[in-house]
């Protein structure tokens, strides 16, 4: 069992076929008995030695120090009532969930869990948007337009543009990096900051 520092670093040398002396040469700033002392545990490494055994066996720190991965994500949420909607939109769109999955490069395990539920992450939950041409709150929390139908002949010239003007300005925020839309949700970052005015005062249309 790896419960010390020492036993990870006499483990993570074993298994790379290495003994004390070339390790120590390897990280350049040890000698034998230093590393020989480490994995007895007779004292505890500096940051530096650890920084330079976590960047040579390429081992994350958190694990090194504890022995446990601290930095793994968290489990998918799971909303049985997004599923439906997916599915909704899915049959609104015209399109199978095969087809789905292949016009957004998902592995059609994974888009399963979509239709089970799985709650996805931001850039996917742009791209289904996109795809079934779905409000993306609606697709998410149920609120809000729902979802947004193909224009009839008798919708009024005004409406058939704002969903046009809608349309891009959903293309121009899916194209935004992640920290940009994190900015836009807290309220760090105006619209008209990251955006051609053109696209986004097109919503304003009565």
Known sequence: MLA???S???YLRLRAR????????ALGN???GNVSDLERNRYLPSLD???AICRYFKVSLDWFLTGEERNSPPPARVDPAFGRRLREALQR???EPADAAVKLGMDPSQFQALLGGTVPDPYQLLALARLTGTDMEWLLTGGETGPLLPPRAEHRPARTHRRQALARFVAAIASLPLPVLRGLAD????VEEV???AIWKQLDLD
Do not use: Y
């Not at 309220?187 to 105006?190: L, N, T």
């Open 187 to 190: 309220g760090e970052i105006k």
């Open 18 to 25: 290495m003994t004390q002396a070339e390790l120590a040469a």
């Open 8 to 10: 990870r670093l006499r």
């Open 49 to 51: 030695t650890v920084l």
């Open 93 to 95: 769109s015209g399109l």
């Open 195 to 197: 955006l051609d005015p």
């Open 4 to 6: 010390t520092i020492g």
């Open 30 to 32: 040890l000698s034998q």
